[in-house]
């Protein structure tokens, strides 16, 4: 007689094939085992929060000793822009200290972003893999430069090409006279948006290596990916020109470019067949 099958029971021949998924233990041994109250979440969120802005105001501070040669160094080559006898305005009495604190304030989030970046994988980290959090140091350091290089690119490139368009306008009975606060505000916009966007290899890095994107995936939808990028680029820059447009987009799409390869360098590798 043949015996049946017994339900629950485990086969040794096919021990192996019946469920390969961890167990409660080996979670937790890797770290992923632990459940987060709510309560919990909005402590650990308080928590990084408050080092965050701590750490933003002490930047903030270190700048603010140096504001005077911190706002000539910024608004220096956008004054050399205007027209002949065009100059900055302001027309409120605060105005002018108001963009010293304002120019502080972006030079102290730019010197904290490092632990504002820390802060930021920390609060995340309790709901990863020991293996994934491994991460930190790459996470943070490469968020750090690509987020200073946006930075730079916006300073140096992208914001005095916009800026000169802007000025371009002027006639015999129009001068270019801009307010500081609306000129300021928009080279905070860009150098913002342009930090932001330069973490597009930084994102892919981290998504790759959970197995969420693949740079084949990446591969087949490049024509996609070219033309969000184009349509980002012309909500992020402000005047539209053709030059702005494409001098927004074109470093875009070499992230892009990066992040394929960085996909590919990164994605975990399927172990061999044992034959």
Not at 50 to 74: D, S
Not at 148 to 166: D, E, N, Q, T
Not at 197 to 218: E, H, I, K, N, Y
């Amino acid at each position: 007689m043949c015996a049946l099958p017994v339900p629950g029971a485990v086969d040794p021949d096919h021990e192996d094939a019946i469920d390969t998924r961890p167990g409660e233990d080996e979670l937790a041994a890797d770290g992923a085992g632990g459940r987060m109250s709510f309560l919990d979440h909005l402590d650990e969120l308080r928590k990084r929060l408050v080092i965050a802005v701590a750490a933003v105001f002490i930047g903030f501070l270190v700048a603010f000793t140096v504001i005077g040669p911190i706002t000539e160094f910024v608004m220096r080559p956008l004054y050399e822009i205007l027209p002949e006898g065009g100059q900055f305005i302001y027309t409120e009495p605060t105005e002018a200290f108001f963009l010293y604190i304002k120019v502080a304030a972006l030079v102290g989030l730019i010197l904290a972003i490092p632990v504002v970046l820390l802060q930021l994988w920390r609060f995340i980290a309790p709901g990863l893999y020991a293996h994934e959090k491994k991460f930190t140091v790459p996470f943070v350091t490469l968020s750090s430069l690509f987020f200073v290089g946006g930075c730079l690119f916006s300073h140096y490139l992208l914001f005095p090409i916009a800026w000169r368009f802007l000025a371009s306008f002027s006639t015999d009975f129009m001068t270019f006279m801009p307010r500081i606060q609306p000129t300021f505000s928009l080279y905070v916009r860009l150098m913002l948006a342009c930090g932001v966007v330069f973490q597009m290899p930084t994102l892919v890095l981290f998504l790759a290596r959970v197995g969420m994107l693949t740079a084949g995936f990446m591969l087949r939808n490049t024509k996609y990916a070219i033309l969000i990028i184009f349509i980002v680029a012309a909500v992020l820059t402000p005047t539209g020109d053709p030059a702005t447009l494409t001098l927004m987009a074109a470093p875009m799409m070499v992230l892009y470019a990066l992040s394929i390869g960085i996909a590919w360098v990164v994605a975990p590798r399927r172990k061999d067949d044992d034959g």
